[in-house]
């Protein structure tokens, strides 16, 4: 809780563990321990289909429905593709020109290229 009662979210002081070299947008990179997926990874943040493992922030993956953009089995996830973003563009390692235009618009449109 920060003063005056307003609770912060508790994906907003997430931090990777040290050495992590984990890219949390595309699900690439080296990581520090021998999971496959951050075991520490705040729901709030996680962008990926619990069926398909479809990545909602990129647009990558192979979903079996025919619209992964409307699919049921998406809805959390693509309401956690902001507060990726968000915690993101807080973060040195992402923050910058390389990491604007990840994902889609919130309206759903396909990515931009960096």
């Known amino acids: 809780m920060t ?15 040290p050495g992590c070299g984990l890219d949390l947008a595309t699900g690439e990179g ?3 321990c021998s999971w496959g997926d951050c075991p520490y ?3 709030e943040l996680d962008v990926y289909c619990p069926d398909c493992r ?3 922030l990129t647009m990558e993956g192979n979903p079996p429905c025919a619209d992964p953009m409307t699919c049921k089995h998406g809805e959390e996830p693509r309401a956690h593709i902001q507060n ?3 915690w993101l563009q807080t973060q040195p390692r992402y923050a910058g020109p390389a990491s604007e235009g990840r994902g889609p618009s919130p309206a759903g449109t396909p990515p931009t290229s960096p």
């Open 41 to 43: 990874l705040p729901e």
């Open 3 to 17: 003063s005056g009662g307003n609770a912060v979210a508790r994906w907003e002081g997430f931090v990777q563990c």
């Open 84 to 86: 990726l973003r968000d």
């Open 30 to 32: 080296r990581r520090a």
């Open 54 to 56: 479809f990545n909602f």
